[in-house]
């Protein structure tokens, strides 16, 4: 018999965060997060997600041994924006048995239920701003910075209990080099007509570094709005996001593009420190630190989380600038980066699908968000 326990102590949360370590044990491809970030992350006092929703986190069991966990959240950020009804899942672990997974989907759902919510939507952990959708093929490799990984008997599970597609999130791959001839040079061209110029974040001058930052979440909440499952974030949680990023990135792969001063576009590309996380096994002691000092100029990959252009300004060649530098600085680097994924990208976003085929990428996972009536 399967018993689903509300998470509602430390005691509690410490299970819950720790019971993917034993299910992943013997799966390499997985990478363990960071226990202390977990800790903050769920933590209703420094997690500024709960000024605005609220979550539960359940953990299932069979007899006394934890079987499988999940989370269930409104939103309300999501709700004011699509005017729907729409509770969100996620965090969902479980062994192959699809009497746990059910037990866990039907507490999600009846809690997302007595929430007002007609419809529940994942994976999302906590929305479409974090960690989301299910892993639907290349189990082989691990996830990049700030992506899911799964299982792939977590689809059966998913499809049994009765989850419809909702929507496709794609990723894709491509060798670092310099960028593709035709590319560069018609990169080139649009850049010396001069109407707009491309520079790094500033770093070095924290009012100038602020101002950047202010710039690159007006851009966030404007150039993305029209997207499906659009959240728009508050200040609190962006400025939570940036202060986890900052000692991770690289200024020289972040671009903000600029007409007589105003941000018009931004690129993102974040080395992919999931890398030296797979070393540090989620501590950061006794010995994690030092693992993280010498891994993190060893990182192989990248990821281009964030390209977008505001509306306005679309369809003068910004994004192809931002690209063509984004791969020459990748390519000269002193780190010696092989790949880059580009991720996520809606399957229905015809235009960024179409910049990383000029890029020579190809779609290597798929992630999937999915629906149900409730």
Known sequence: MIKIVKVQNNKDLLKFIKFPFRLYKNNSSWVAPLITD???????????????????????????????????????????????????????????????????????????????????????????????????????????????YNPEYYIKLFDNYGFKKSMDLLAYNAEVKSPP???????????????????????????????????????????????????????????????????????????????????????VTLPDYNYVLKKMKGKMLPFGWLKFLFYRTKIPNLRVVIMGVLDEYKGRGIDVVMYCKSHEVAQSHKIPFKEAEFSWILESNTMMNKIAGTLDAEVYKTYRMFDKQI
């Open 181 to 267: 001839e035709r590319l560069k040079k018609l990169s080139d061209k649009i850049e010396k007509r001069g109407h707009f110029t491309v520079r790094n974040l500033k770093t070095k001058n924290k009012k100038k570094l602020r101002e950047d930052i202010e710039k690159i979440f007006t851009i966030y909440q404007t150039a993305w709005s029209d997207n499906w499952g659009y959240v728009p974030m508050s200040a609190d949680e962006f400025d939570l996001l940036v202060d986890s990023l900052l000692p991770i990135i690289l200024p020289e792969l972040i671009f903000i593009a600029e007409i007589d001063g105003e941000a018009v576009g931004l690129s």
């Open 38 to 148: 977990q800790k903050t992350f769920f933590n209703p006092q420094k997690n500024p997600y709960f000024k605005h929703s609220k979550a539960q986190l359940f953990l299932a069991y069979k007899g006394k041994e934890i079987v499988g966990r999940i989370s269930a959240q409104t939103n309300t950020n999501h709700n004011k924006i699509h005017k729907d009804k729409i509770g969100f899942f996620g965090f969902f672990e479980s062994y192959d048995d699809q009497e746990v997974a059910n037990a866990l989907f039907d507490a999600a759902q009846e809690w997302i239920r007595n929430m007002g919510m007609d419809t529940m939507r994942g994976p999302a952990s906590f929305s479409v701003n974090d960690e989301c959708g299910l892993l639907m093929d290349a189990f082989d490799k691990s996830p990049i910075v700030m992506m899911t």
